[in-house]
Structure formats: structure tokens, C-alpha cells
């Protein structure tokens, strides 16, 4: 049973689902529980959010019934309601594995299977970067208690690691295994395919110079950067453009910024997209502008569609780019330095080569197969050892 906060559309999710689906084709049944139905808002003031229009089919892939995806209701950090109902599915469905995919997820799976009388494995799947709210530095006296008592952790970035261990969490046991991208959906192939149909569709010329980025509008995320290079780039000339890709609560506040800052005919802004490989096509070069990252996997996307991308330099983006060959990096928050670098890109010769590049890199090192034999292999060896305990 893989136990999410929301059933939305992110990395964690998305890498959650392919999980699920992947250990479902080969026989486990597997059931995919979502505690809320929206996002907890980016900040004060600020509405939580429905994560779009995303539907069981886009969650389940051939393997998992629709009975096997559930939403609950909870709205609040401690809801009992919400810990009760996900007992009640833990004595249902009887799961010799809960996996927890962050650590709220964690905290109602460790309440509702004490609740339930379970003796369910509990695994996190820890992938957020840092501590970003005040609401987590509180919650993190008791996520350090509950991680301390679940049987195994899984991190995805070995930095990742690093900073977490540092700041307490010490489970019985834990391991990297870091994400990897479904090359036969996301390749070369799919940029060939949708590249010319979705720039005409978005009125783009063949000479736009078009920055792309996908991710949820989320503070973190900071969209403002990829406006500030686009005036700074038109201003020496250059035909920038940017496609904004996803939906979230600060997608308002970015497009009024792109009004302020006279460039707001040259955004684009595509909104949630289910299947994003068509938008991702359209881009010249992709790029993350985030304060904070563990381990994206969207820039894994992106790269093995043949795509160049410039990251900032956070989370395990270094394990990604080797510069000036499969990509480039910047500082974080250094504008100008990511400036210098898109400018640098404004050359189809040196584009396709980076792109050629990155592509053949994640095919080599950033498959999906691999990683997910690593989750099954670590899972079985964890059942096991508990059965020769109870023996």
C-alpha cells in the first residue's frame, strides 16, 4: 500500500505511480492511497488546490484496478477522521508493505496501522529537499520519532541522504536509489513526433528561441527567474521566449509579474497538461530555476528527449549535468549567470549536441528498469528478513 498526501501530479507522485504499476505488472497488488484531495497551500492567504483534472486512468497504467486508487478526505496536518478511514483500509486490503511517500504519508500509516493491528512493514520514501515552512520545523520533533520507528527509509539523491541523517533521521536502516526515467516514453522519438505540430498549435515561430519549463507553480520552484532571463535576454536581442508547463497556486501572482516586467506577450503559459511530452517537445532547451530540489524528475525527462537543459545547482543536480557536455548549472538565484548560459544556447549546432549528449547519458545511467529492480529487490530482501525474524 503506497500512502501519498495528495494524489496530484508532481515527481513524487508521478515516480510513486510508476512504482506501483510496475510492481503490479509483475503479479503484487498494490493500492494507492491519497490522504487529501488537494495541495496544502504554497502560504498564508493563499487557497489550497485541486491537482487539476488528473484522473485514475493518468495514475494506473494497464496493472492497477480501478479499486486500487483512493482518495481520502483529510484537510488538516491531525485529522483523526482521515487516520480512521486509512485503518479501516489497512484491515481491508491486509498489506504486508505500507510505503509512505514523504512524511505526513508516514506519520497517519504509523496512527492508522497501530489502529488497524497491523503489522505491516512502514517504508518512507523521503523526497523533499530541505526543511521549507514553519510548519516543518515544528513537525520535525515527531517526524523524527515516527521515522526512527519505521523499518527502512529510501532516499533519492545521495545528498539527500546526507542533509537528512544530519538533521536526525536515523531509521533502522536505509539506502539510495536514486530516479530513473520510462525511456520508451520519454525519448527522442517523442520530440520528433510532437516538436513541429505543438509550436504551430502554440503560434511559435521556427526562429523562437524557446526556454521551457515544467513544474508545479510553487514557490520553491521560482518561476520568477525564468521571466527575469527572457527581458533580460530580448534586451540584447536575442528571439527568448518562455512555455510555462503545470498549474499551482502561484501561477497568478507569476503572470501578473510577467505584465510588470513588459514581457508577458513572450510567456507562454500552457497550464496542467496529463501527458506534458507534447509541450516538452516544443522546448529549445529546459531548464529548473528551483531555491530547493532533491531529485528532479523532470530534468531526467527532458534530457532523454534529447533536450539541453541548465539547472540550478541544487538537490542532485551535479549527479545529473556534466557541464558544457550533457548540460550546464548555475548558482541558484544567480540570474545573470543563468543569463550567460541560455545565451550561450542560442546556437542549433550547440543545442543538438548537448541534447544528443544528455539523451545518450540518462539512457545509460537514469533508466527506469534498473531502479525499479533496486525498489523490488530491497523490498523482497526487507520481507524476508522479517519472516527469518518471526521464524
Known sequence: MFVLNCLGTGGAERHTYQLANALAAQGDICTIVGL??????????????????????????????????????????????????????????????????????????TVSRRLAGSHAKRILILHNPDILTVRDRVLQPIHRYVVARADAMIYVAQDQRKLWEDRGYLPPTSTVIRNGVDLHRFSTHSTTEWRGRTRTTLGLRPDDYVIGLCARFYPQKNHRQLIDAIRILRSRGHPAKALLVGGGPTQASIEQYASESGVSEHILFAGFQQDVRPYTSAFDVGVLCSISEAASLVALEMMAMGLPVVLSNVGNAAELVLPGETGFLFPPGDTMSFVDVLQSLNDPLKREAVGRAASKFVSANFGAGPMLDSYRDFLTELLAEGRRCEA
Open 36 to 109: 487529501t484531495s488537494s495541495y496544502s497551500a504554497a502560504g498564508p492567504g493563499q487557497e489550497s488546490i485541486k491537482p487539476a483534472h488528473l484522473t485514475k486512468s493518468c495514475i494506473k497504467r494497464g496493472h492497477l484496478s480501478e479499486s486500487s486508487v483512493e482518495t481520502l478526505s483529510g484537510n488538516r496536518i491531525y485529522d483523526i477522521g482521515t487516520a480512521l478511514d486509512l485503518s479501516r483500509m489497512i484491515r481491508s486490503h491486509a498489506p504486508e508493505v505500507i510505503i509512505a511517500v514523504d512524511e505526513r504519508p508516514l506519520l497517519f500509516a
